[in-house]
């Protein structure tokens, strides 16, 4: 296994999978960072544990600490079906900073895109998120992958999601923003999508969810429950700017095909509007080089933001109203799947959820 050069062709055959296929194991990376984790990351940690604990009931969770975590901290993370690795990062969110994965006759190549903090100088998160862009890399040489880097290009996990059969949605406020790729057109950025990685066709919502950190990730707002089928996130507040991005991707979401030429199905999923950072929430953090999170700022709070696999769904609980039918939606239509439910408050102050402190590596034939 080994870095592998761009060359002509070396793509040819890939494909993108869909998440809900089997799995070899999952990255996740444990909390520490101060001005994004309150109180030492302790809390957010309770929240890491009990995500690490039901994957690892299906799969191996690959879990990267970073040096200066204390044992006190992580050695409880030491259970089985849980591989540690010590790799140094700038912050906890696995679907960004780490790798993407395509498959060739049931054999695994990572790609390793650039990151700069969801915006770089214009408008990341942070400034200093050098350790973050080596990750992909570092983890890809632990676990011996064969990998390709393209850095020249900007791409979190979070910003897209593929059905598997060549159908890729996104969404623009994200994808076209200022801080990304802004020296190309937006047809540049589609040849790219489909060029790095097998897709046929991408869709392109206009929105994401509102005060989303990430300049609106797709996997907070839109996901495919299964080839042809996307859940959506609604808003049924028409009085909030919530309502009014769900109008606009429902639009255009009900005029597209997918990449198969099949009309998409939609299932809608509200969406909590009301969430905010307490006064003792922001009060336990601790301001370095990333944004300030204050009290009273908006939660972009989503059950969209869901993790699964082809044996288990994780749903984010923000003990909310919602909560329950959020839950029953995923269960009825996962009716093979084992679906959980799991608090993530924690992760949600953080400026993400469930789907963005996690990433699949696809199963591999033997």
Wanted: with cysteine.
């Amino acid at each position: 296994m080994s870095l592998l050069k761009i060359k002509d062709n070396i793509f040819e055959g890939y494909t993108f999978p869909f998440e809900g296929n089997p799995h070899k194991g999952t990255i996740v990376a444990l909390p520490y960072r101060q001005d994004t984790w309150r109180e030492d990351a302790l809390p957010a940690l309770e929240n890491f544990y009990n995500l690490v604990k039901i994957i690892s009931k299906y799969e191996k969770v690959f879990l990267i600490v970073d040096p200066s975590i204390s044992k006190e901290k992580y050695s409880r993370f030491e259970m089985e079906n849980v591989e540690i690795l010590f790799i140094p990062y700038n912050d906890s969110w696995a679907r960004d900073n780490t790798l993407i994965y395509l498959q060739k006759d049931h054999k695994n190549l990572a790609l390793d895109f650039g990151f700069n903090a969801w915006g770089g100088k214009i408008d990341g998160l942070y400034e200093d998120y050098e350790n973050d862009n080596k990750l992909g890399e570092n983890i890809a040489t632990c676990l011996d992958d064969d990998y390709i880097k393209i850095k020249d290009f900007i791409l979190e996990g979070g910003s897209i999601h593929t059905d598997g059969e060549g159908t890729l949605l996104t969404t623009e406020a994200c994808l076209l923003s200022k801080g990304r790729n802004s020296s190309l057109t937006k047809e540049e950025i589609e040849e790219k999508l489909k060029k790095y990685l097998g897709i046929k066709k991408v869709l392109w919502l206009p929105r994401g969810i509102y005060n989303d950190e990430t300049n609106e990730h797709v996997d907070n707002v839109a996901c495919f429950l299964k080839p042809g089928v996307i859940a959506l996130a609604t808003c049924s507040n028409k009085d909030d700017i919530q309502y009014k991005f769900y109008m606009q991707d429902k639009e255009y979401l009900s005029n597209q095909v997918d990449a198969k030429g099949r009309k998409l199905e939609i299932v809608e999923i509200d969406t909590p509007t009301d969430l905010v950072m307490s006064k003792e929430e922001a009060s336990g953090l601790v301001l370095l080089d990333g944004v300030e999170r204050k009290e009273g700022n908006r939660l972009a709070a989503s059950y969209i933001n869901f993790y699964q696999s082809d044996r288990f769904v994780i749903v984010p609980k923000f003990n909310h109203p919602l909560d329950e039918k959020a839950y029953q939606i995923l269960k009825d239509f996962y009716k093979e799947k084992d679906v959980y439910q799991l608090s993530s408050r924690e992760i949600l102050l953080g400026g993400g959820n469930i789907h963005c402190v996690t990433m699949q590596i696809p199963k591999e034939e033997i």
